[in-house]
């Protein structure tokens, strides 16, 4: 899977939208970019993926450059539940089965 | 909706024994996957099945064997315990979708596993 680079860490004020960079500058054309969440003592959970066009669901939206070299999550409106650690990672198109590799994400702070 | 269960969740143990982690996926997901996750570290991949077959290794010690049974369930099997094999192990699943770039894991809670 190609390299992603992504902040340590971000801090948001509660009800505000968040925006998560992911650099990812050596993305090959079947990449496709996931993005996960950790909170706190939880397994991972799925956020949301694309390959190039901006993609929304239910708990956030991801837009991606027209290049493809970075992408980022946004949370429109942040809760204090969105504390996580989020994982900008690429998934190959012929990896079925392949491991998703994980971090160094971005820890996110949401403050009341 | 059903999820990723394991267990136990909670286990103790002393350096040299041996535990044994179970995972019962998701309802028609054939896919499982292990992974370890350390104290204030990401989580590192293991091992993967898929229709009772390996199908990707990890960085799981040698020490550490796994194998998925007949009911998609999965076991990770662990022997000679050492202290840094204390860490969370999460165990996930997915079903068989066409394109690998769409998979989408689904993660179990977690055992957090202690070796004292």
């Known amino acids: 899977d190609a390299k992603t680079t992504q902040p340590n860490s971000m801090e948001s004020n509660e009800e505000e939208p968040v925006h998560l960079p992911c650099n990812h500058s050596?993305?090959?054309?079947?990449?496709?970019i996931h993005w996960y969440r950790q909170l706190p003592s939880q397994g991972p959970e799925y956020v949301i993926h694309?390959?190039?066009s901006n993609v929304n669901n239910r708990m956030a939206s991801l837009a991606i450059a027209e290049d493809r070299k970075s992408s980022t999550l946004i949370l429109h409106r942040a809760t204090l539940r969105d504390a996580a650690v989020y994982y900008c990672?690429?998934?190959?198109?012929?990896?079925?089965?392949?491991?998703?590799?994980f971090g160094p994400g971005t820890r996110l702070s949401v403050l009341p | 909706a059903a999820g990723v269960i394991q267990s136990p969740r909670h286990l103790i143990k002393e350096k040299r024994e041996t535990a044994t982690l179970k995972c019962y996926p998701i309802?028609?997901?054939?896919?499982v996957y292990w992974y370890q996750q350390g104290p204030g570290q990401d989580p590192q991949f293991l091992i993967s099945f898929y229709e009772k077959m390996q199908s990707d290794k990890g960085s799981i010690p040698d020490r550490f064997s796994a194998q998925q049974f007949s009911d998609y369930h999965s076991e990770l099997n662990m022997s000679s315990l050492e202290l840094g094999d204390s860490a969370l192990y999460f165990c996930a699943s997915s079903p068989r979708t066409s394109g690998g770039a769409l998979e989408t894991q689904y993660f179990g809670p977690g055992t957090r596993l202690l070796v004292l």
């Open positions: 990672i690429l998934r190959d198109d012929d990896n079925y089965g392949q491991n998703f590799v």
């Open positions: 694309g390959l190039t």
């Open positions: 050596t993305i090959s054309g079947t990449d496709y």
């Open positions: 309802p028609r997901h054939d896919t």
